[in-house]
C-alpha cells in the first residue's frame, strides 16, 4: 500500500508564476489536508478536502492560494502569483477518520513534501 | 505558550540513552500525536494517545498524557544514532479533530 504521494518533490518559480502542487492520498483514504511549514517551524494547518468538498480552509491564505480535490485524480493545492513569502515546504496528508467507542481518531499519514523556493 | 509546544527545543545525548521530550497545550483536546520529522523530510506519524488514555507504548517508545496539566511526554529509551530528526506532537481540539495543531519541534541529536 503505497503512502501519500506529493509531486514534485522541489518546485522553482519566479515571482509572480504559478505553483501547483499535486497529492494522491493513500488508497482507502477519502480526506486530504494541506498544511505548510516555513523553516524551524511547526506546520500551520491550511484546508482539508473530502471529494469534491472544501470541509475547511480557515489556514489557507484567502487570496492567491486555492484547493481541490477532484472526484478523480490528485488534490491540487495552487499559488497564483507567488512571492518571496510563499516559500516553504508544502505537506498534504490523508486519513480515514475512524470511529470507536467513545469518539474519533484521526491519524494523518503525510507525503514527503513539496519544497517551493520562489526567486 | 503556542498549542503544542515542545521542549526542549533541543536535545542531544549519547547513543544508548533514554531521550524525553515535552509537549504541552492550551486547549482541550480529543487526541494528540507524535510525529518524527528528518531532515528535509516528511513526517513519520509516531503514536496517537486519545484524551482518555494516560500511557501508551509502541516498542521503544513510550507516550503519557496528563490532560489535568495538559501536557504530554515522549519517552525513547536505548536511543540510536538513527532516532536523530525532529520529534512533533500534535494536537486536535475538541469539535475540530481534524485540524491538526503542531508546535516547532524538539531536535534530538543522538551521537554515536
Known amino acids: 500500500n503505497a503512502g501519500v504521494m506529493q509531486n514534485p518533490r522541489h518546485l522553482v518559480r519566479r515571482r509572480g508564476q504559478e505553483a501547483r502542487l499535486r497529492c494522491s492520498p493513500m488508497?482507502?483514504?477519502?480526506?486530504v489536508y494541506w498544511y505548510r511549514q516555513l523553516p524551524e517551524e511547526g506546520l500551520k494547518f491550511m484546508v482539508y478536502l473530502q471529494k469534491e468538498n472544501i470541509i475547511d480552509e480557515s489556514g489557507m491564505p484567502k487570496e492567491r492560494f486555492s484547493a481541490e480535490f477532484p472526484k478523480e485524480g490528485p488534490s491540487i493545492l495552487r499559488i497564483q502569483q507567488v512571492v518571496r513569502g510563499d516559500s516553504a515546504a508544502y505537506f498534504c496528508a490523508s486519513s480515514p477518520i475512524l470511529s470507536f467507542p467513545g469518539g474519533l481518531t484521526n491519524e494523518q499519514y503525510f507525503g514527503p513534501g513539496t519544497r517551493l523556493t520562489v526567486t | 505558550s503556542q498549542q503544542g509546544e515542545e521542549d526542549p527545543q533541543a536535545l542531544s545525548i549519547q547513543e544508548g540513552e533514554n531521550a524525553t521530550m515535552n509537549c504541552s497545550y492550551k486547549?482541550?483536546?480529543?487526541?494528540l500525536q507524535w510525529y518524527r520529522q528528518n531532515s528535509g523530510r516528511g513526517l513519520v506519524h509516531l503514536i496517537l494517545?486519545?484524551?482518555?488514555?494516560r500511557e501508551k507504548h509502541s516498542g521503544r517508545l513510550r507516550v503519557t498524557l496528563d490532560t489535568s496539566k495538559k501536557s504530554s511526554s515522549l519517552l525513547i529509551t536505548a536511543s540510536r544514532a538513527a532516532d536523530t530528526a525532529s520529534y512533533f506532537c500534535?494536537?486536535?481540539?475538541?469539535?475540530?479533530?481534524?485540524?491538526?495543531?503542531f508546535g516547532k519541534g524538539t531536535l534530538l541529536t543522538v551521537n554515536p
Open positions: 500534535a494536537t486536535d481540539a475538541t469539535g475540530s479533530n481534524y485540524k491538526l495543531t
Open positions: 486547549t482541550s483536546i480529543n487526541n
Open positions: 488508497k482507502g483514504h477519502s480526506h
Open positions: 494517545i486519545r484524551s482518555n488514555e
